[in-house]
């Protein structure tokens, strides 16, 4: 079988995604091997191919991003109105609130279901040199790592659901007087 000879598992927590063009179709072979990879499960996914590996890098450094953007605008929203004067509070808390929400809400319709989201990138040269990338034919591989991301989510939601919750009553109290 095509996959059992260009994917090769070291032990059973890791899969290799090897760069070998012997077929017209080598590039949908190689996504089909990283979603197999993926759904998996497996903890840690060494991707060969340049191209698919950057595509894959770059997917995760933007849920990263939105992630990150989400979580500081939420506490930057719930804390000026305790840090800042009154009177300028609002031109940072709404703004801030807004952008908390849109980006919780933009990660949770694109990348929350995504396996891929449950992925980080290693660059830890320590952490790497234990693995066998020795065994590769190319010198920059992409090296995902599972992590347990449901504290991440977590802490992004209840953010934005207190951001929410705070804009809410900004807006009630705005509109009472």
């Known amino acids: 079988m095509a996959d059992d000879k260009q994917r090769e598992l070291v032990g059973t927590d890791c899969a290799i995604i090897h760069e070998i063009y012997d ?3 080598a590039q949908e072979q190689f996504e089909f091997e990283l979603e197999q990879a993926l759904e998996a499960q497996k903890a840690i996914i060494i991707i060969e191919p340049s191209r698919i590996g950057d595509e894959t890098a770059r997917w995760i450094v933007v849920g990263n991003c939105i992630h990150k953007m989400s979580v500081l605008s939420g506490v930057t929203a719930l804390t000026s109105p305790l840090l800042l004067p009154e009177s300028f509070s609002n031109f940072v808390c709404i703004p ?3 952008i908390s929400i849109g980006c919780a809400v933009l990660y949770g319709v694109s990348w929350q279901f995504d396996p891929c989201c449950k992925y980080q990138v290693e660059y830890n040269t320590r952490k790497l040199s234990k693995l066998p990338l020795h065994t590769l ?5 992409v090296v ?3 992590k347990d991301d449901k504290y991440r989510k977590l802490l992004h939601n209840m953010l934005s659901g207190m951001t929410c919750m705070y804009l809410g009553y ?3 109290h705005w509109f009472l007087q």
């Open 23 to 25: 077929n017209g179709n």
């Open 170 to 172: 900004k807006v009630y």
């Open 137 to 141: 034919s190319t010198s920059s591989p």
């Open 96 to 98: 801030m609130g807004v």
């Open 144 to 146: 995902l790592v599972r």
